[in-house]
Nanobody, 121 residues
Framework: QVQLVESGGGLVQTGGSLRLSCAASGSILRINAMGWYRQAPGKQRELVAQ???????NYADSVKGRFTISRDNAKNTVYLQMNSLKPEDTGVYYCNAVVLSRGSVFYNDYWGQGTQVTVSS
């Protein structure tokens, strides 16, 4: 089993910054990708940013230039630095990892419990 533990959410004013962290632990052989998704009330979960092994990074258009994702592979940890936050960034942010577990032949998706980010206007 693989566990993802998130931290760093909270309440911030428009224009402020927050940094999210997510650490993966458990029966991990290899992590292909780690990233962040978010879900606003009444909306579907959407990709915010993803860091893929080999160096490729994807961002949602709405966060380009404001958010930065980074990975510490030695610690199986992913970070999301969020700057110039807007009210529309409000939502529950979920960490995601695509993991090859020990004893498995397939990569599987794992999710964190979610952390609330609220940006006040």
């Amino acid at each position: 089993q693989v566990q993802l533990v998130e931290s760093g959410g909270g309440l911030v004013q428009t224009g402020g910054s927050l940094r999210l962290s997510c650490a993966a632990s458990g029966s991990i052989l290899r992590i292909n990708a780690m990233g962040w998704y978010r879900q606003a009330p009444g909306k579907q979960r959407e990709l915010v940013a993803q860091a893929i092994s080999g160096g490729r990074i994807n961002y949602a258009d709405s966060v380009k230039g404001r958010f930065t994702i980074s990975r510490d592979n030695a610690k199986n940890t992913v970070y999301l630095q969020m700057n110039s936050l807007k009210p529309e960034d409000t939502g529950v942010y979920y960490c995601n990892a695509v993991v090859l577990s020990r004893g498995s032949v397939f990569y599987n998706d794992y999710w964190g419990q979610g952390t609330q980010v609220t940006v006040s206007s």
